[in-house]
């Protein structure tokens, strides 16, 4: 070998180093870090119950049970995972709906990536948390501590309300999705094994765990779907010198906007997305009305607004879980070119 | 620059590259996934119960709940990280105690990193589960569904039978820790945040769902905590073709060893760990005596046994929480130690 062509493949080895080095030799992520902490809630204090006796594990004995005591409620349990070179500005904060827990980000029911994996793929610290009452975060006594009964939805409301097809039955084979519908109906079942009981008395409790979590969190990029979408509204207006944009799935609910003073969120860019078949489901319509009159207050007030109708973009066939249907990648391109031109990555 | 030194300085820039590309040039983990999925569970159907009317969003509308339809019930939530490069054979799959959920694994109440990131780091594949009705795992109506009303286990209960001390009280300044105490008192009450209601009739559910976690991820080394302790012993029963290791940290219960035929684990090396002032609470001299007999049939029998007492080793103050105490990389260091020597690394 001549010294030039020595030199030659010395200086391609160097470049391949570095190149392996800034890129990686594969697609895998780069983690700094991967953990979970607490948010919110207080200590509360029961007296006056009745003592009885059971047996706490297999083989074991008989155990004196006192109720009587403290305990913690609100809390809000919050992981993350951490990249080692974050391209974003911002980490994105993924809020879940009604019913469900942060599972909701993660893989989907059809055993695909979710939204979890797109957002470290595309360079994002990710905070995935279970809302107050919810999954990790634990639950409180009723009636003593959380004022109402659990809801426990059922199959059919799910198959109907999340707009996955017209008809329920117990029968798979005789269920009927929307045609062209891109929820994965073969893995509803699943998917349903991710359904959480919820009360409806615990708003603010979720509402200042969520507050405490963006002050925790500083800086972020809020993503909220369905029932959270009431919850990121307010937290935006909470905290707008914190919140960098927020991304609103199928929101189901939206403050009062005759009561806000939206000009405090003047500069805190909205996209706002919807999937299909909006009015084949009855609250449908009256969650979209709710949501549109606070869009409009916002455009009114000069906020920057992105309003996404997918059918409108010729995107058909979405359900109410955008994260989980076939097309999700899709969906979360839409986002994150939204979120490119609102200058949120490095 | 000489073609023998040219050549000499390649083969180093070349050797460079190959240890930068195969230890990485940080301590930074090489993640190829996360994910979760559900494993276990069926559906059930209730029916003749009533209908009542509820809001169910903030600014949303009246909606009537019909309770009455099909859910799952009986899954278990599991999440994982796969390295792109796993230093060991196996998954690490970490099972957590009573009245907690998988958080157990990740980071500590006092915010430095637990086990989940120590085995990650180590080089495995880690698997932390929500046993069935905690957490993400979701729960179920009762007593339709669950045969048993919840229990929530105090703090005064937690902080005893922890044995993080032998007093407790709401006012944190009047807590007594055990003298020379390793969990983080100071940090209790953000520990009691990740405590979880549980019933004590689902035991079947949450062994089918462990079972099924091990015939779903095959051979994998598992780590049990107090109530898992009972379940991964059964687990191990069931499944000895492919459980490659099992540790069982302060285990609560075992089979009873006259009605197993425990010839069938003979090849499944077992390590027990016990932390400090298991005879400072009532309940713990009973279990651990449950487990002692549990392991002296196993010893006859010619199963592997490593029975570790951490204060006869002179690591003394150890709760019964090791895995959040100060010095839970040290025995998590006696873990993989023990799991080297079990060959279960590459």
Redesign the interface.
């Known amino acids: ?1 001549k ?1 030039r062509t ?2 030659a ?2 200086i391609a ?2 470049l ?2 570095v190149s ?2 800034a890129y ?3 697609d ?11 948010v919110g ?1 207080h ?1 509360i ?1 029961l007296s006056e119950l009745p003592v009885y006796n ?8 008989v ?1 004196k ?8 409620t609100g ?1 809000m ?1 919050v ?1 993350y ?1 951490q990249l ?1 070179n974050p391209k974003a500005k911002y980490p994105i904060l993924l809020w879940h709906g ?1 019913g469900l ?3 909701t980000w ?2 989907k029911p059809d ?1 695909n ?2 939204w ?2 797109f957002f ?1 793929k595309a360079g994002y610290n990710v905070y995935v948390s ?1 809302a107050v009452e919810r ?2 975060s ?4 009723y009636p003593e501590i959380y004022k ?1 009964n ?3 939805r ?4 799910s198959w109907e309300s999340f707009r996955i097809g017209p008809t329920y039955d ?1 029968d798979p084979a005789k269920r009927i999705p929307y045609s062209g519908g891109l929820f994965p109906a073969e893995s509803f ?2 998917f ?7 009360w ?1 008395t615990n ?1 603010q409790a979720t509402q200042e765990a969520y507050d405490k979590l963006v002050q925790t969190v500083g800086p972020s990029v809020i993503v909220v779907h ?2 959270s ?3 990121g509204e ?1 937290a935006v207006l909470n905290a707008p010198e914190k919140v960098k944009a927020v991304v609103l799935l199928e929101p ?5 906007p005759t009561k806000e003073n939206l000009a405090l969120i003047k500069n805190i860019p909205h996209l706002y997305i919807w999937g299909d078949n909006i009015d084949k489901y009855p ?1 449908w319509p ?2 979209y009305a ?1 949501v549109a009159r606070y869009r409009d207050a916002l455009i009114k007030t000069g906020v920057p607004v992105t309003w996404i109708e997918l059918p409108k973009m010729g995107i058909k066939g979405n359900s109410h879980m955008l994260m989980m249907d076939k097309n999700s990648d899709q969906i979360a391109e839409i986002v994150q070119k939204w979120l490119e031109s609102q200058k949120i990555m490095k």
Chains 1, 2 share one sequence.
């Not at 895998?28 to 607490?38: D, E």
């Not at 634990?138 to 006594?141: E, T």
């Open positions: 070998m010294t020595v030199v493949f010395f080895a160097l391949m180093t392996l080095v990686g030799a594969d895998s992520l780069k983690v700094k870090n991967i953990g979970s902490f607490y809630g200590e204090t059971d047996i706490f594990t297999q083989g074991g004995p155990r049970v006192d109720p009587n005591g403290s305990f913690e809390q349990y992981q995972v080692k009604g827990s942060g599972a993660e893989t055993g990536p979710g979890q994996m470290l279970d999954g990790r634990s639950w409180s006594r109402s659990p809801i426990f059922t199959k059919k409301e117990d079942d699943q349903m094994k991710s359904a959480i009981p919820r409806t708003n369905s029932q979408g009431a919850f307010r189901s609910g939206a403050p009062d609250t009256k969650y709710n």
